[in-house]
């Protein structure tokens, strides 16, 4: 069935290093890659996103690359602050649905 | 007014009480979602309604039911919940312009069933 593997579970980074977040997804159909990211007691926050006509996407410090055949995509963040941590989730939707299908979650830890 | 709005913010119940949560929308949205979060878990979809009307209950229980009055409005009414139904209900909308499409959350309603 539908699937989103996200990695690592936990990352923890020091101030001013890079993290990356990694995703995997199973329904080929799947043409929109958001990525969200959610502090304690808020909303996901939707952060950066990318179609699948497109292999890169960069804002500022973050950027999100996406590979159609290995079916892979990847959150980067560059210059990481306190502030970057939270839980970032990806997510995968398929084409012709409306579903979006979200990976499990990463907890992004910046030390100051 | 680019806000999904969802009251109330928090909500104490009892197992046997009766409430609504609500979500507004006045961003032209056609499609409206329930997602059901645990804390340390991702969003976990519930319902969706498209043009009004629903389109995926992905096997909720029917002590959950929901509604959508108008494009703009979208209710979850809760009955007899169980202890382990506490958790952050949000709702979120997305255009339904066709193709991959943003989806908007709104801060959703953490609630508590004693």
């Known amino acids: 069935g539908e699937n989103v593997e996200q990695h690592p579970s936990t990352l923890s980074v020091q101030e001013g290093d890079s993290a990356v977040i990694k995703c995997t997804y199973s329904?080929?159909?799947?043409?929109?890659f958001p990525w969200y990211k959610q502090e304690l007691g808020k909303r996901p926050q939707l952060i950066i996103d990318i179609r699948s006509n497109v292999g890169e996407k960069k804002d500022q410090r973050i950027a999100v690359t996406l590979n159609k055949t290995a079916k892979h995509f990847s959150l980067h963040i560059t210059e990481t602050q306190p502030e970057d941590s939270a839980v970032y989730f990806c997510?995968?939707?398929?084409?012709?649905?409306?579903?979006?299908?979200f990976g499990t979650g990463t907890r992004l830890k910046v030390l100051a | 007014d680019t806000e999904v709005t969802q009251t109330p913010k928090h909500l104490v119940m009892g197992m046997t009480n009766k409430k609504s949560l609500k979500c507004e929308q006045h961003?032209?949205?056609?499609?409206m979602y329930w997602y059901k979060q645990k804390a340390k878990k991702p969003p976990e979809l519930m319902f969706v309604?498209?043009?009004?009307?629903?389109?995926i209950n992905e096997s909720v229980p029917s002590r959950f039911s929901p509604e959508c009055p108008n494009s703009s409005l979208l209710n979850l009414h809760l009955h007899a919940l169980q202890p382990e139904d506490s958790a952050l209900y949000l709702c979120a909308s997305s255009p339904l312009s066709g193709g991959g499409e943003t989806q908007y959350f709104g801060p959703g309603t953490r609630l508590l069933v004693l």
């Open positions: 997510a995968a939707h398929p084409s012709g649905t409306y579903k979006y299908i």
């Open positions: 309604y498209s043009y009004e009307k629903l389109s």
């Open positions: 961003m032209g949205h056609r499609a």
């Open positions: 329904d080929s159909a799947s043409n929109y």
